[in-house]
């Protein structure tokens, strides 16, 4: 259930107030209240230890059967410079087609049942196996993780994520030595009621994938909750990944299968329109989309632009991944 409470970063002088002024206010605001991570106290620079948490509004599912797990520690090594996104912010402002081709899907999106709900392992893997949902939860490490998140569409935000590294799924699902990629299926063999689905001409289900070496690179991440709590429906309950240095899109959400393969998986937005948005869509300011420079990005609920950073500002980490590959298209 929604709870609304006005919080303190809704104080309108963060249009006209100097952003240093502007974040230090937010500090205070943040630890005199603590009515919500995300105020102040969590400004750029300023993420500190302890996990995010909506203390006086909530999105999650309603009855998760998880909800005990969170708030989880977090993993200061992926630091980032800016304020968080306010949590209001992050689960009502949505890309997720299968509940429409626009930004206000939140609503439509909390109809997904997500329970029971079965992630099945299969294609090159030790034994194909079907598991619960929160058997997979509870066997998992949680930890929580700040990631930018950059659509192609010129958008970010700052994004409190928990779940677990996607390494530790793929050691679950024991793939074989052949496999060399990962495709990640969303629900619609499970729920066929998602209205998104009416629109025959998008190649359903939605699907990406990344190769084993991505999957396995410590910042893919496989998210299961949001700002200390499960993650809501809208955002991918109950499971969606994390890959911060590539474009929004292909951060599927709501998986149930994950087949291991020795072939590269076609995308969903690659089948549509591969010119566009192709496998690899690794962030870079210097490659343009054809609709959106990516030469700067606008943070959402700040309404302001900054530049935008060769793989999102994560080249130390994910570099290295595509040395000697200067043939492929990295970047779009
Ligand atoms: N996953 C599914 N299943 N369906 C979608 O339409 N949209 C993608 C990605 N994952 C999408 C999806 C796009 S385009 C973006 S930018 C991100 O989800 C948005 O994630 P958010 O709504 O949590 O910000």
Redesign the pocket.
């Known amino acids: 259930m929604l709870i609304r409470v006005k919080r303190g970063w809704e104080l309108p002088e963060a249009a006209v107030t100097p952003e240093a002024a502007y974040l230090d206010r937010r500090r205070f605001i943040g630890g005199a209240a603590r009515t919500i991570a995300g105020a102040g106290a969590l400004a750029a620079g300023l993420v500190g230890p302890g996990a995010a948490r909506a203390e006086t509004e909530s999105y999650a599912p309603e009855d998760d059967p998880t909800a005990d797990l969170y708030p989880v520690a977090r993993n200061d090594t992926y630091t980032v410079e800016r304020p968080l996104s306010d949590y209001r912010t992050v689960a009502t402002y949505?890309?997720?087609?299968?509940f429409g081709s626009h930004k206000q899907i939140w609503r439509a999106a909390r109809s997904l049942p997500i329970r029971p709900w079965t992630v099945t392992f299969d294609g090159l893997v030790e034994e194909e196996r079907s598991v619960d949902i929160d058997t997979l939860i509870r066997t998992m490490p949680l930890e929580e993780r700040v990631y930018r998140?950059r659509?192609v569409e010129a958008w970010a935000?700052t994004v409190p994520w928990s779940g677990f590294a996607m390494k530790a799924l793929v050691d679950y699902a024991r793939p074989l030595g052949s496999a060399r990629y990962i495709r990640l299926e969303?629900f619609q063999e499970t729920f066929a009621d998602a209205p998104g689905f009416r629109q025959f001409w998008y190649p359903w289900p939605?699907i990406e994938g990344l190769t084993i070496e991505e999957a396995t690179n410590d910042l893919a991440f496989m998210v299961t909750g949001l700002y200390g709590q499960p993650v809501p429906q809208?955002?991918?309950a109950p499971l969606r990944i994390a890959l911060p240095w590539k474009y929004?899109?292909k951060?599927?959400?709501?998986i149930v299968r994950i087949t291991f393969t020795e072939e590269r998986p076609v995308s969903f937005w690659e089948e549509i329109q591969g010119s566009e948005y192709g496998f690899w869509a690794n962030v870079n300011p210097e490659v343009p989309h054809p609709r959106w420079s990516q030469a700067t990005e606008r943070l959402i609920g700040e309404d302001r632009e900054v530049p935008t950073r060769l793989f999102n500002g994560y080249g130390e980490f994910v570099a290295d991944l595509y040395e000697g590959m200067e043939g492929e298209r990295l970047f779009m």
Do not use: I
């Open positions: 949505n890309n997720f087609y299968e998140l659509c935000m969303t939605y809208q955002n991918g929004g899109f951060s599927a959400k709501s």
